[in-house]
T-cell receptor, first 116, second 111 residues
């Protein structure tokens, strides 16, 4: 089946720094990828839709200048958390639709971000 | 908009059957998914329903009633490894790639 990878799996950073998370579709092309945030024991909250070759579409309440998304190729989307603060600490997961019926999402393994 | 509700937590015994319910309100129904997520891991696809009725896949079955805005995931012959969160998600009506997730149900299976 389709594989989506994320890097890094864990990152710890100081408050005020920026962190980049990569999401790759390894054996298929994805013109669209999705970025989610998940708090402990909570469900997935969609942050934004990453569109290859165009601007990302952000969900209501998500700061686009805070969470920069770049989808430069058909297999790579990046999420950069700028000027991270402790409240940005969370589990970030990306996904990509398979493009085949029923077009389920394949999810990356997630990135645990801890901001000190 | 979309609103998707699930029970927050459930417990069950190994070998038993458990039903996890999901109710949704959406401006245009276009398909419903169930995913399983173990703690700290990525969600994995379990099932998909777009028409009314029951879809069976081994120990797992999923049911849909579009008129009632209701789905359930049925897990039979529970095993300890079934302890996980189960996420119900509906497709966004205007974007078939986009999923809106419910609150998720954490299932704990006891021996």
């Amino acid at each position: 089946g389709a594989v989506v990878s994320q890097h890094p799996s864990r990152v710890i950073c100081k408050s005020g720094t920026s962190v980049k998370i990569e999401c790759r579709s390894l054996d298929f092309q994805a013109t669209t990828m999705f970025w989610y945030r998940q708090f402990p024991k909570k469900s997935l909250m969609l942050m934004a839709t990453s569109n290859e070759g165009s601007k990302a579409t952000y969900e209501q309440g998500v700061e686009k200048d805070k969470f920069l998304i770049n989808h430069a190729s058909l297999t790579l989307s990046t999420l950069t958390v700028t000027s991270a603060h402790p409240e940005d600490s969370s589990f970030y997961i990306c996904s990509a639709p398979t493009g085949k019926t029923p077009n389920e999402q394949f999810f990356g393994p997630g990135t645990r971000l801890t901001v000190l | 908009g979309q609103n998707i509700d699930q029970p927050t937590e459930m417990t069950a015994t190994e070998g038993a059957i458990v039903q996890i319910n999901c109710t949704y309100q959406t401006s245009g129904f276009n398909g419903l998914f169930w995913y399983q997520q173990h703690a700290g891991e990525a969600p994995t696809f379990l099932s998909y329903n777009v028409l009314d009725g029951l879809e069976e896949k081994g120990r797992f079955s999923s049911f849909l009633s579009r008129s009632k805005g209701y789905s359930y995931l049925l897990l039979k012959e529970l095993q300890m490894k079934d302890s996980a969160s189960y996420l119900c998600a509906v497709r966004a009506p205007y974007n078939t790639d986009k999923l809106i997730f419910g609150t998720g149900t954490r299932l704990q299976v006891f021996p």
